[in-house]
């Protein structure tokens, strides 16, 4: 059986999945919209935990959360569970298309057959929907591509349960249903509020601004402390996650800053719309980071920019974030 779903892409997958699943049921949100209900914007610098042999650098929460977060939020009812056995984790797919029920999974990348062999990495965060099954054949909608996907049973079990970090268990989850009808501009300034207040108030070092300030400066003395290979290899791996992977930091900032534009015109509040033109801003010189970074990867024999130049440049994006998210907690309804 296949259900009828509209497939449309998206700047990022969760997100993208989560609007595209409350569109299916008749619930008109933006994506943007989501990831800012859903408090997905984040960052975190984790040394301890390796990403193909590098410290891993994330600029969202964690996989599941922005469903949960926006879902919750909007008043919505949800089905979400993963699993130890495969075979149990595709029975409870299938029972879920015979619903009617269109089902978000994570899955991991490397094995997805209609991935181009460029985007396949060992990446296990990654979100998409499955919307029907006919002779064996799944039918995928993945927001990264423009049209719809199938991939096979055998094929489909595989990227559901994927070894590694942040391993998706067979994840799988749906909306149900309108629990009762929630206050938009409350979800909107309780998402900003919960996004501000993780960026900036956290007592973590590693995390939110003081993350990328930790970053920073432990960047710039990467060749010393490394040798000029290794140091490039993780900025490599830093530009693999901002640019490649989710999305990342600036496509983020542009997402974010599309929600507060949206949020400063259901709320008719101004200072949104100027707070969104500063993230916009922030998310280019993101995107600086990012330009100059490869340069730097791809010339190791004649450098223009250097490490310490790099950690100058994301010194300033988490000045920047301070002021945004400092002025955002100041909002009020």
């Avoid at 996650?241 to 900032?253: D, L, P, S, V």
Wanted: glycine share 8%; with cysteine; net charge positive.
């Amino acid at each position: 059986m296949i259900n009828s779903f509209e497939h449309r892409q998206a700047g990022h997958c969760e997100s993208g999945v989560t609007s595209n699943l409350l569109h299916d049921m008749g619930m008109e949100i933006s994506e943007p919209m989501v990831l800012g209900i859903g408090a997905g914007l984040f960052f975190a610098y984790l040394p301890f935990v390796k990403f193909q042999y590098a410290p891993l650098t994330t600029f969202r929460i964690l996989p599941g959360m922005i469903f949960k977060r926006a879902t919750k939020a909007l008043g919505v009812s949800i089905y979400k569970n993963t699993f130890k056995n495969p075979k149990a984790s595709m029975d409870a797919l299938d029972r879920a298309l015979e619903q009617g029920h269109p089902v978000g999974l994570q899955v991991g990348t490397y094995h997805l057959p209609f991935f181009p062999p460029e985007y396949r990495m060992h990446y296990n965060m990654h979100n998409m929907v499955v919307y029907g099954r006919e002779n064996g054949t799944y039918h995928v909608s993945d927001t990264v591509l423009p049209k719809v996907q199938t991939i096979s049973y055998d094929d489909l079990m595989r990227v559901r349960f994927p070894k590694g970090v942040f391993a998706p268990n067979g994840r799988m989850y749906y909306p149900i249903g309108v629990v009762k009808k929630k206050d938009l501009h409350k979800a909107i300034y309780d998402g900003i509020k919960k996004t501000a207040h993780d960026m900036i108030k956290l007592p973590v070092p590693i995390v939110g601004v003081k993350g990328i300030r930790y970053l920073a400066k432990r960047m710039a003395n990467w060749p010393e402390n490394f040798g000029d290979k290794k140091a490039s290899y993780y900025l490599g791996q830093v530009l693999r996650m901002e640019e490649e992977i989710g999305t990342g930091g600036a496509g983020f900032r542009f997402i974010y800053g599309a929600f507060l534009q949206e949020a400063a015109e259901t709320l008719q509040n101004e200072k949104l719309s100027e707070l969104a033109m500063d993230m916009g801003r922030n998310a280019n010189r993101w995107r600086e980071f990012s330009f100059l970074g490869a340069k730097n990867c791809k010339n190791r024999s004649n450098i223009e920019v250097s490490f310490s130049d790099l950690s100058e440049i994301l010194l300033d994006c988490a000045d920047r974030e301070d002021k945004i998210f400092n002025q955002l907690l100041t909002i009020k309804r």
